[in-house]
């Protein structure tokens, strides 16, 4: 029963076959390992009115909802990203729940969620026309050497709710009159909301467990995060496994091609897909392990570069004195020295007479 479940859990993880690239795909980013932010154009219906009468307040758009959530936190590949939501008030059950049948991503198949962002993408569409969105892509390259800083470790809390704020705050600059503001919770909620109530004043803020269940615009955020992430696992992967599959086939005979492995794809991402744990172990460089698709601070890449001495080891060697070292003193004067700089560079100094 474990393991059906967990294959169930795999399968709706794992992107769709066809899985729609968005607008929040940017191939360059994504192939350099970079972290990014994506905002969609505000619906001008959600903009304020251009020549507002004097009596009304300069921002006086609709009074909107704002959900949060995100996609990708546990996986060893891909990004983790980031979703943001925004719509009326009043339009948040009757156009996301009734109509569009939005709900948390994971409970969502691969293609009902790839198609609910493709009509959200879609020009003259109600979710086009009524709602905003925004991604923060957060690179695994980034996620891994922010969690693997030697000193003070930004970790993937602090992460999480750095993207969350600028997020929000970047809805706020766009024009937008939010008012209610609902976010799937990092840790401790109430402690997670006064912060956010700190930063946000004129919005009531709501911050809850599963709150992609209960609260439509969080749904909404959650099917934007999961969608990006499952596209961005897509244009990785075919960047980095189909150039070295298209060199191996022209190098091999026919026989040699029946009798090659092959790897229709790396899965969901997650260290419990066979599929994503098989293709690290075999597209592992025994100097560099992968590419900025892998987040190397997680224990399964750890591990496996580690195992049976998989990979090459490099040791650092420590001079005696170098936790007490300047990087100035290897600028000084030399007022000090009494030896010959060249003669003692490759070891010990020597006198004239030898030569």
Not at 282 to 309: H, Y
Not at 348 to 355: D, I, K, P, R
């Amino acid at each position: 029963m474990a393991d059906s479940q967990m294959e169930d859990e795999v399968a709706l993880e794992t992107p769709a076959s066809d899985v729609f690239i968005a607008p929040s795909i940017n191939h360059d980013l994504l192939f350099t390992g970079a972290s990014y932010t994506h905002f969609s154009p505000v619906p001008p219906a959600l903009l304020p009115p251009p020549n507002p009468e004097p009596e009304q307040k300069a921002n006086a758009g609709p009074p909107c909802a704002l959900g949060v959530d995100e996609a990708g936190r546990g996986p060893v590949l891909g990004p983790m990203v980031y979703g943001l939501f925004y719509l009326p008030l009043p339009l948040s059950d009757p156009l996301l729940r009734n109509t569009h049948h939005f709900d948390d991503s994971k409970v969502l198949t691969p293609d009902v969620r790839s198609n609910l962002m493709e009509k959200l993408c879609t020009p003259e569409t109600d979710l086009y026309t009524q709602c905003g969105w925004a991604v923060e892509v957060m690179s695994a390259r980034d996620i891994g050497a922010n969690m693997m800083k030697p000193a003070a470790t930004y970790n993937l809390n602090a992460q999480a709710m750095d993207a969350t704020i600028a997020l929000i705050e970047g809805v706020y600059k766009r024009g937008v009159n939010v008012k209610e503001i609902f976010i799937d919770t990092i840790g401790n909620p109430a402690t997670y909301q006064k912060k956010l109530e700190r930063i946000f004043p004129t919005a009531q803020v709501t911050v809850a467990k599963k709150a992609d269940s209960l609260y439509p615009c969080v749904s909404a955020a959650s099917v934007c995060a999961k969608v990006t992430r499952d596209a961005a696992l897509e244009v990785l992967y075919e960047s980095y496994i189909r150039p070295a599959e298209k060199d191996e086939d022209e190098e091999m005979s026919g026989t040699e091609k029946t009798k090659a492995p092959t790897e229709a794809s790396w899965g969901s991402g997650y260290p419990s897909d066979a599929r994503c744990t098989s293709w690290l172990k075999r597209n592992m460089d025994p100097v560099f392990g992968w590419g900025s698709e892998c987040r190397f601070s997680w224990g399964t890449a750890k591990d496996m570069l580690d195992i049976k001495n998989a990979a090459a080891k490099v040791e650092w060697p420590v001079g005696e004195d170098d936790e007490n070292g300047r990087v100035t003193d290897y600028f000084s004067a030399g007022k000090e020295k009494t030896t010959d700089e060249l003669g003692s560079w490759f070891g010990s100094s020597v006198s004239a007479e030898v030569f």
